[in-house]
């Protein structure tokens, strides 16, 4: 397996922008997580799916920010509109259920987010 | 309410020595630890984990962490540092029963001085 794919690696978008970020999970996880990290706060979780059904959103930071999960291969973070202090890496990683705390989590590249 | 410290945000060894970097966590539940690392520019790759068993753990790259449960402690560790081992470490747990959501500390940056 290719592991975890994320695009773009890198996204600069002026401010009131919006802007998608896509993952594809490694085939057979069931669950999908997305991260934040910037230097101020580290890895913040902002959301994730089991089974394609939002979980836990309670990460994600206000009403612009939004996450879909359409089928098992395929998830996308919305930021509308953007605004500078969003600049971060977002991470997304996937893992496989069923005893999921034995489980450990595979993370993707990352996309570097510029809004300027 | 879970949480990981890593109280060190830099740790400097000279290669060859050993080296720690430290992870305490508070959680209540059963915890499930893990070590992540990030090399510049890149995602976070698993190292090992403690699930149950042997309180020493041991993975990739010749790491190996010590789970205490009295102390509420899981460091890591490696006998001989290499310049290669410069990167950002992540120390993270699950709880069960709970959210299966994975926490993580604020990272540690660790650098090998050759």
């Known amino acids: 397996d290719a592991g975890v794919i994320q695009s773009p690696r890198h996204e600069v978008t002026e401010m009131g922008q919006e802007v998608t970020l896509r993952c594809k999970p490694i085939?057979?996880?069931?669950?999908l997580f997305w991260y934040r990290q910037t230097m101020m706060r580290g890895l913040e979780l902002l959301i994730y799916?089991?089974?394609?059904?939002?979980?836990?959103d309670s990460g994600m930071p206000e009403d612009r920010f939004s996450a879909k999960m359409p089928n098992a291969s395929f998830s996308t973070l919305k930021i509308q509109p953007s605004e500078p202090r969003d600049s971060a890496v977002y991470f997304c990683?996937?893992?496989?259920?069923?005893?999921?705390?034995?489980?450990?989590?595979?993370f993707g590249q990352g996309t570097r987010l510029t809004v300027v | 309410a879970q949480s990981v410290a890593q109280p060190e945000d830099q740790v400097n060894v000279a290669e060859g020595n050993p080296l720690t970097v430290k992870c305490t966590y508070s959680?209540?539940?059963?915890?499930?630890l893990f070590w992540y690392v990030q090399y510049p520019n890149r995602g976070l790759q698993f190292l090992l984990k403690?699930?149950?068993?042997?309180?020493l753990v041991k993975g990739s790259y010749g790491f190996e962490a010590e789970f205490n449960k009295s102390q509420t402690s899981f460091h890591l560790k490696k006998p001989s540092a290499l310049v290669s081992d410069s990167a950002l470490y992540f120390c993270?747990?699950?709880?069960?029963?709970?959210?299966?959501?994975?926490?993580f500390g604020t990272g540690t940056r660790l650098t090998v001085i050759p």
């Open positions: 990683a996937s893992s496989r259920g069923g005893g999921l705390v034995n489980t450990e989590a595979f």
């Open positions: 085939s057979g996880h069931d669950y």
């Open positions: 799916f089991n089974n394609n059904v939002p979980i836990d």
């Open positions: 959680v209540s539940g059963n915890p499930y």
């Open positions: 403690y699930i149950t068993g042997d309180n």
């Open positions: 993270a747990v699950r709880v069960w029963p709970g959210a299966n959501n994975l926490f």
